[in-house]
């Protein structure tokens, strides 16, 4: 490769071939543009934010967005052709919701990042986000604090982060940051230690069958349970009851948390 030679030197460090060649790569930007060209609309954007956060049906969404079926059907397709949102059919109807690509969650971060950044003072001006708590809005800590609870109480059922994300209206990798940021580790982490504080409990204080309380903490598979549990407390469930049966006796029933 010819070494770049630029008509002003101002202590160059090598870079220029590197960025060069990226120059020399229009077609990569073009696709950028045509990103940027697809959100030049604010209803468009609007959907696409929308869409982030559930997944809806054209009348709902032109009921949401105050906007006619057509406008909205029009908005809908170009976000598709672009790759940003997909449909699926259920009966006559067809739900949309936003693509999970890299793309599509990076895009939807940078838009509330942007809106974050427009109104810097909403806490004093009543623009209704809220307040900050550390490097998350107080709303978006409710909804995790909110998820956590709602957790608990359905800790018989395996519910996915995208369930959680519908019901909540909160984008799923958001979701996950902001529960760590919250509770200092991962969804999944902080869930399995509830979900054998409860089994040990269980085990401890009542006379389930193994099988039934692997039930009742959410694991479909006796097998699955008995590993897990071992790996919290170093020994299989019925090891554990032997060692600690009768300490949390009375304590609660197979269907308390």
Known sequence: ?????????????????????????????????????????????????????????????????????????????????????????????????????????????????????????????????????GKYREEQVETARAVHEYLLQHMDKRITIEELAQRYLMNPTTMKAVFKEVYGESLASHMKEHRMEKAARLLSGTNDSIARIAEAVGYGSQSRFSAAFKESYQMLPLEYRRTHAGSDAGKESHDGF
């Open 1 to 133: 490769m010819v070494k770049l030679s630029l008509p002003h030197y101002h202590g160059e460090d090598g870079r220029e071939e590197c960025l060069k060649e990226q120059l020399d790569r229009p077609g990569d930007f073009q696709a950028v543009a045509d990103i940027f060209k697809l959100l030049d609309d604010t209803s468009r954007v609007r959907i696409f934010w929308l869409l982030c956060h559930c997944e809806e049906c054209v009348i709902n969404i032109s009921a949401l967005m105050e906007m006619t079926s057509p406008a909205v059907s029009h908005h809908l397709r170009q976000l598709k052709a672009g790759g940003l949102i997909v449909g699926r059919r259920e009966g006559k109807e067809v739900y949309y919701r936003a693509a999970d690509t890299e793309l599509g969650r990076l895009l939807h971060q940078v838009i509330e990042n942007i809106m974050e950044i427009s109104c810097p003072q909403r806490e004093k001006t009543g623009c209704g986000q809220g307040k900050e708590v």
